[in-house]
């Protein structure tokens, strides 16, 4: 049990204790396995990114840090190992800031399920007023502009702003300051698919 305290089992992987490091396979191979699915969209280069992570880490053991937090070590290792993996085959591209601050709160939010927090997120978007949730959908799940909103309802463009802007901000009020990442979670981050990306997406 006392290989759940963050610092003594550190310390004993940095010893190379074998008990430690079987102690962090078992609490954390699903887990992590889990994650780099939601990366890769594919389970068996899920299971090869994980099983990469946890031979580096056993052979960098003596590197480890005991102050800083092992789980937040080996979720930056496996989204590190996935852009290590996509480069190999695949050109280098821009990956874009909600992408990675995407990312980040999968990691932040790892002791949570997380479709726990996409249905907090849909719950708070069913509560918004009718017309509001109506052109808010529109434009995020449908993609539609605003002029096409508006052409669609047959509202002003001005109507279809100010509900727009009264949904982001209620929903700001909701789920705080992490609200757009959410969103981009639930409306655009499973659509990222980097082997589509184009030539203009490329890094100069």
Not at 32 to 37: E, G, I
Not at 108 to 113: F, H, I, P, T, V
Request: hydrophobic residues 40%; charged residues 25%.
């Amino acid at each position: 049990m006392m290989f759940e305290n963050n610092f003594f089992l550190a310390k004993k992987l940095s010893l190379g204790d074998n008990k430690a490091f079987d102690f962090l396979v078992s609490s954390f191979y699903q887990k992590l396995c889990t994650y780099a699915y939601t990366l890769i969209n594919d389970h068996g280069k899920a299971e090869d990114i994980v099983q990469n992570v946890f031979a580096k880490t056993w052979v960098h053991r003596k590197k480890i840090n005991p102050n800083f937090s092992i789980k937040s070590y080996l979720y930056k290792s496996t989204y590190n190992e996935f852009i290590d993996l996509y480069r190999k085959n695949q050109p280098v591209v821009y990956l874009e800031k909600k992408y990675l601050e995407a990312i980040d709160l999968i990691v932040e939010n790892e002791g949570k399920n997380l479709n726990e927090l996409m249905e907090l997120v849909n719950y708070e978007i069913d509560n918004l007023p009718k017309k509001c949730k109506q052109i808010f959908l529109l434009n995020k799940k449908e993609g539609l502009t605003h002029i096409e909103i508006s052409n669609y309802l047959g509202v002003s463009i001005k109507t279809v702003e100010g509900h727009i802007t009264r949904a982001f901000k209620t929903l700001r009020e909701k789920l705080g300051s992490k609200a757009e990442t959410l969103l981009f979670l639930l409306f655009d981050f499973e659509q990222i698919n980097f082997s589509q990306y184009t030539t203009k997406n490329k890094v100069n």
